[in-house]
Each structure stands twice: as structure tokens, then as C-alpha cells.
């Protein structure tokens, strides 16, 4: 039975990753960081089946330890701060988790053992201001946010320790991708989730940002397999994972509030607190490589992506007498 330790666990992709493993037949070794109540909301369903460790991005001893008790095969290293926002809030924290991080994690697989083959969870927020209409693999990175800086980092000491130590290490290149564990601060789940709110009578408005800026958004579980197929070839690389579709924000509400039935310019207030002070207004990801070395595609379009989480919303709305929080 291969074994495999997620950084990350407890997040969007840390859950779906785990969830596809378990299918594989893997042994799921999750890092989760120490928390005064637990939160783990997105591995409810399959906490039985998974290790959970302690240990932090912050503390290499921990992760050291990790590795030396659990011998993973693969380790794919989804923990970050990985909200953009809170980048501008806390710099050096993110620079700390989403940057060195990284270091921790590699030097540590380099001490412990270097066969295992390591994912590194890199993003399209590091082409930011864009120099390359579609962005791919080569296309030169210009970060607008602490979060991008710290992503840049970790790319390129994930190429780093390939090159010096010969590492099998991969970074992801992976554009927005979402669905019903996406965090509710992140604007997709915001949308949908006020969507159903709204429909459902809870809330009358939705407060948003830039409208005009522009996502390739893909469905989360079509990219947690693209990670593990990168972890299967001959040769370690780095990828760029896409739909290859790009949608502004506007889009997005027009076709979540039309699917229920609602006019979205009578909810939608434009509130310039959501305003960045550096926007990436625009991606679009070329995914040629990927669909040609890894065989990988998306399953799910953009419509569809909108109406799987506007219905998740409504249900879970349903499901809990409505009693979701709402984030802002
Ligand atoms: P997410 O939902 O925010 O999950 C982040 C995970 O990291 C959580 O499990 C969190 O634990 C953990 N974490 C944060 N700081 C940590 C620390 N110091 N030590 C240990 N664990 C820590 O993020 P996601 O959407 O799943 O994304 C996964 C990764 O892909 C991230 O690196 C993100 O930057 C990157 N990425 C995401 C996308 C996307 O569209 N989703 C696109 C490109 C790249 P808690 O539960 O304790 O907070
Ligand atoms: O949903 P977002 O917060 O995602 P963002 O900044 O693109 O980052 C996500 O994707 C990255 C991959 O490119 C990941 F690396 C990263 O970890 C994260 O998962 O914002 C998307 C867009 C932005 O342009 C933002 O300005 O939506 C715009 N927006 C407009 N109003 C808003 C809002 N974003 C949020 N979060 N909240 C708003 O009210």
C-alpha cells in the first residue's frame, strides 16, 4: 500500500486530495497544526481512514519527525496561508508559512530521505500582472501580493532542491479551482453562498469587490489528480493545470443569481473595502502540457462549476435550518 503525507489536510484541496488517495488505495498520512478547537469539517467523513500528525510549517523539528515515523512515498505539500487579502495584513507570516515553508518541508524530505517524490502547490497569483496571453509554464512570473511574492519562493526553491539535490520534486502551477469546501471568504463561495441566502430569504444583499477581474476557475477535485499524475511519470516537472476559459466576477454573478431565478444587479453592491491594493486582473491558464504528458482534462465547465455550488449552498442551507454563517 503506497503511503502519502498532506500537508494541508484540513483545507480545500488537502480534503479532496486525501479523498482521492483513499480511493487509489493509499494510506493517508495528514499534517494538521495545533488548534485550541478542532476543525475538521472537511475530513469529518473520512477521519477513521487517514493518520493525522501534529505539526507545523513553522517548526521543522515536527516535520522532521513526521517523516522519519511515517516513511510517506509522496509528500504533497498543500499548507499555506493561502488567502490573498490577508497577505497585505500579515507579510512576513505569509512569508513565513507560503515561502520558507517550502524550505522546511524540502530540507526536511532531503535529510529524512531523498526518494520521496514531493509536490509543491505553486499558483497562477505568481503570473499576477501578466506578461503572456494564455499564461504557461515559461511564461515570466510578475506577483502583485505578498501571497504571489511568497508563491515565487516556493516555486523556485522546489526547482532549487530538484536541480541540487536531484530531487523528485513537482510544482502545480494550478489556477482557481473551487466548489463546496471552497473557504467562504474566497469570491466564488461568497457568491454562491449569498446566492442561496438570498433565494432562501436569509440575507438581501451581497457586497463585493473588483468586479471586472478575471479567473480561470476550475472544479478542485480535477486538480487534486493532476497533483498525484505528476507524481506518477518518470521525470519530475512543473505544470500548469487550467480549464483555458477565463470569467470576471461580474460573470460569475450573473450566472449564480440567474440559475435561481434573481436578478444579480439588485443584490450586488460594488464596496471598495474589498478593493486590493494590487489587483491581477486577468488569468488564463494554457494547460496544453499537462493534457499532453499527464493526460489530464478538466471534467466540469465554468456553468456547470456555478450550479454544482449554488446547488451545494441551498443544500447545505436546507440541511443545517439555514443556520451557515455568513463571512463578508
Ligand atoms: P486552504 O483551504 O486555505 O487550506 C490551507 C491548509 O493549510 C489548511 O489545511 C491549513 O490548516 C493549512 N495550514 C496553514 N498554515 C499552516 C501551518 N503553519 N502549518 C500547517 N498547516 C497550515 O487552501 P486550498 O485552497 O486547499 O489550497 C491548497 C494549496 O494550494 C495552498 O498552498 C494554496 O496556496 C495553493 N493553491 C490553491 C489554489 C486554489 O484555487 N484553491 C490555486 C493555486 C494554489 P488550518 O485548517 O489549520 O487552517
Ligand atoms: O477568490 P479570490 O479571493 O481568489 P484569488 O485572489 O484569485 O486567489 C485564489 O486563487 C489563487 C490561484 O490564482 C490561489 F493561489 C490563492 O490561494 C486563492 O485560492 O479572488 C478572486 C478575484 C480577485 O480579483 C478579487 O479582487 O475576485 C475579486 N473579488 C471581488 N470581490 C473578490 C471580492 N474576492 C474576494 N475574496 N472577496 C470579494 O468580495
Known sequence: MPKALITGITGQDGSHLADFLLEKGYEVVGM????????FDRIRHIQDRVTIVQGDLLDQVSIIHILQDHHPEEVFNLAAQSFVPTSWQQ?????EFTALGVTRMLDAVRTV???IRFYQASSSEMFGKVQEVPQ???TPFYPRSPYGVAKVYGHWITINYRESYNLFACS???FNHEGP??????????????????KLGLATELRLGNLESRRDWGWAPDYVRAMWLMLQQDHPDDYVVA????????EFCQEAFSYVGLDWEKHVIVDPNFYRPAEVD???GDPSKARRVLGWQPSVNFRELVHLMVDADLAALHQTGNHTPHVG
Open 91 to 95: 507579510p512576513v507570516l505569509t512569508g
Open 282 to 284: 486577468m488569468l488564463v
Open 181 to 198: 469546501r471552497r473557504g467562504l471568504e474566497f469570491v466564488t463561495h461568497k457568491i454562491t453562498n449569498s446566492v442561496a441566502r438570498i
Open 32 to 39: 494538521v497544526r495545533r488548534t485550541s478547537t478542532i476543525n
Open 136 to 138: 504557461r509554464e515559461t
Open 172 to 174: 502545480g502551477i494550478l
Open 243 to 250: 480549464t483555458g476559459e477565463t470569467h470576471s466576477v461580474r
Open 113 to 115: 530521505d531523498k526518494n
